[in-house]
């Protein structure tokens, strides 16, 4: 069961909950509007209206079909047997359904040799590793969000050079750059940071973007190292301009993982679904759901299907993979990088899945 929020001990919101975000898959699209059921538990005996309809009687509570209209939709859930009343904010993402995004954390050294070969490489794709997205792109049409740290050993992001800026804003389609980190260890490093630990790295990763990539390259969404962060820091994170934070979502044992500052109760529900609104923070978080590096090449596409036949999980599908495993001097070097990323982009290209960046699917 779903947890909602309880008023008194006779009923409950089940589904939606407040900051649900919606695609066609959670009920079905008539006459301009996506049609759902609200779902609902309470006594036997209860008289609920939603929006002012009557709800019926089920054998697990009750149930209405309502119609959200817009973008940003109101539900009013009233028990006229008792005080209980509820009025949530869900959304319906028209662009949302059956769109993939390929996200990749941890970059840097794609970076580090760009810079050192700056002399003899005439494009940035000369680079084997962005070549790579560059391919995939080609092919599919796949859009490419890079996550980056500043700085690694013997270089940081003041070092690369301009000379390829106008390459890159050409590239500005399929390819994003934002902050990620200022550097891969230690671990976690904003799990318990302050606002003012965590913006001047998030401030200089995105000025040196701008400076040698250009602002076109920048996006509203990203995923902080770890996926950890305070709620002061994320709040901090928003009012910088990132609207929407990934992560997956999970608990492992009662301990959340990559979760940011979420309870478990919400991190059980988004885990479910691929997009929950906080409110509280006007931030969106997007549930990462394969992260490629941590899955057997056999296993990307039954994992896929999972996701498609589950309609809650099946609008958006969000692919990670971090860049180190690329490299055959990396201690866990997959040398089937390349064609575990096909893999996966090859079976959602061929199932309906069109290539969308996280911006483009969650406005209005």
């Known amino acids: 069961m779903i947890e909602g929020r309880q008023t008194n001990e006779s ?21 301009e509007g996506l049609y759902i059921q609200v779902r609902l538990a309470g006594l036997e005996g209860s008289r609920f209206t939603v929006n002012g309809k009557l709800a019926e009687r089920t054998d697990n509570g009750y149930t209405a079909e309502i119609v959200l209209g817009d973008y940003r939709n109101t539900i009013t859930i009233v028990d006229h047997t008792t005080d209980y009343n509820e009025t949530v904010t869900v959304y319906w993402l028209k662009n949302a359904t059956s769109k993939y995004r390929l996200s990749v954390d941890d970059n840097i050294w794609f970076l580090k040799d760009i810079a050192a070969n700056s002399g003899s490489y005439r494009s940035i794709f000369d680079n084997p590793y962005l070549n790579v997205y560059k391919e995939l792109n080609d092919m599919y049409g796949t859009k490419v969000h890079l996550n980056l740290f500043y700085q690694t050993d013997g270089f940081d992001l003041s070092q690369m050079p301009d000379k390829f800026k106008e390459e890159w804003k050409a590239q500005s389609h399929w390819l994003r750059l934002t902050f990620h980190s200022l550097q891969e260890h230690p671990g976690m490093p904003y799990k318990d940071a302050r606002p003012e630990e965590i913006m001047p790295d998030c401030e200089q990763v995105t000025q040196e973007i701008i400076r040698f990539a250009g602002e076109e390259l920048l996006d509203t969404a990203t995923t902080i ?31 959340p993982l ?10 059980e529900h988004l885990n479910k679904r691929d997009f929950w609104k906080d409110h509280s923070e006007d931030i969106v978080f997007a549930k990462i759901d394969m992260v490629i590096d941590q899955t057997k090449k ?19 599908l969000e692919l990670m993979v971090h860049e180190q495993y690329f490299y055959e001097n990396y201690k866990s070097y997959q040398p089937d990088y390349k064609e575990k990323l096909e893999t996966a982009v090859k079976w959602a290209s061929e199932n309906g899945y069109r290539p969308a960046f996280l911006s483009e699917c969650l406005d209005e």
Not at 16 to 29: A, C, I, K, S
Request: hydrophobic share 35%; net charge negative; with cysteine.
């Open 11 to 31: 009923s409950v919101l089940l589904f939606p909950l407040d900051g649900d975000m919606l695609n066609e898959f959670d009920g079905h699209t008539r006459d």
């Open 225 to 255: 190292h770890f996926g950890e962060a305070t709620r002061e820091g994320c709040r901090a994170l928003r009012q910088f301009g990132f609207r929407t934070l990934a992560g997956y979502f999970k608990l492992v044992g009662e301990r």
């Open 298 to 316: 056999e296993d990307i596409v039954p994992q896929l299907e999972r996701l498609r036949a589950n309609p809650h999980e099946a609008g958006f």
């Open 258 to 267: 990559v979760s940011y500052y979420l309870d478990k109760a919400r991190i």
